[in-house]
């Protein structure tokens, strides 16, 4: 678009859509980072981006921190309502690509240290446990809803999926959200200052966004098989 446009029209355009390409690429990065639970590299990889693209549309020279700051203070509701967008992009794909499988109480009865089970029972310790309904498999003493229909792969315990990929995504998901990363934007902020980024304070809508992505996802359950009618726990 900017070979069309006249000089220096076609400069100043093409300088534009290379600074907005610069901020986004921050942005794309420190999505995925965020994603992985590496929060203050998120930080650091948004404010690199949204520098790249001051420093390349600032008329003369570099902008001094207080403009770069200033700027940055005053593109952060719109930065952070981008951020917001591809965080649920990132949850509603991970939810609709897997499920939690369900759980069914087991029948069993004590049939002691001596005696036998019935055809069809399994014996575990003094216990007789019945076998499980169809569209269950057995878990120790309880059953576990198999994997099928729209989410045929099934490699993680509790979870199914489309594919063992998105069980994957899923799953390191699940391990990033652990105890060491900020709940909140305000935690986060905390975290990126003592790591010294000085834009922590001036982007507080950002960070609720990347702390989003520190919070569980609520995948569905797994849905019913018509013919598995145990009693979900």
């Known amino acids: 678009a900017a070979d069309a446009l006249p000089a220096p029209h076609g400069e100043r355009t093409a300088t534009v859509l290379n600074g907005l390409?610069?901020?986004?690429d921050g942005v794309g990065e420190a999505v995925e980072l965020a994603e992985e639970g590496h929060q203050v590299e998120a930080v650091q990889a948004f404010g690199a981006g949204i520098w790249a693209a001051v420093d390349r549309l600032w008329p003369a020279g570099s902008p001094s921190e207080s403009d770069f700051l200033a700027i940055v203070r005053a593109?952060?509701?719109e930065a952070g309502a981008i951020v917001g967008i591809l965080v649920s992009i990132v949850e509603e794909l991970v939810d609709s690509?897997?499920?939690?499988?369900?759980?069914a109480a087991r029948a069993?009865?004590?049939r002691g240290w001596e005696g036998t089970c019935d055809a069809g029972a399994e014996a575990r310790g003094g216990w007789?446990?019945?076998?499980?309904?169809?569209g269950y498999e057995a878990a120790?003493?309880?059953c576990r809803q198999a994997c099928g229909g729209m989410y045929p792969a099934g490699g993680e315990r509790l979870l199914c999926g489309k594919t063992d990929a998105a069980i994957a995504v899923a799953t390191m998901e699940?391990?990033?959200?652990?105890?060491?990363?900020?709940s909140t934007g305000e935690g986060l902020a905390e975290l990126a200052a003592q790591a010294g980024l000085v834009v922590a304070n001036d982007i507080p809508m950002v960070l609720?966004?990347?702390?989003?992505?520190?919070?569980?996802?609520?995948h569905p359950r797994c849905p019913e098989d018509a013919n598995a009618t145990a009693m979900a726990l």
């Open 21 to 24: 390409g610069d901020a986004a």
């Open 75 to 77: 593109v952060q509701p």
């Open 97 to 103: 690509a897997v499920c939690w499988r369900r759980s």
């Open 108 to 110: 069993r009865a004590w």
């Open 128 to 134: 007789c446990y019945a076998p499980c309904r169809e």
């Open 140 to 142: 120790r003493g309880h």
């Open 174 to 182: 699940i391990l990033a959200q652990t105890a060491t990363a900020a």
């Open 208 to 218: 609720d966004a990347f702390a989003a992505l520190a919070q569980p996802f609520g």
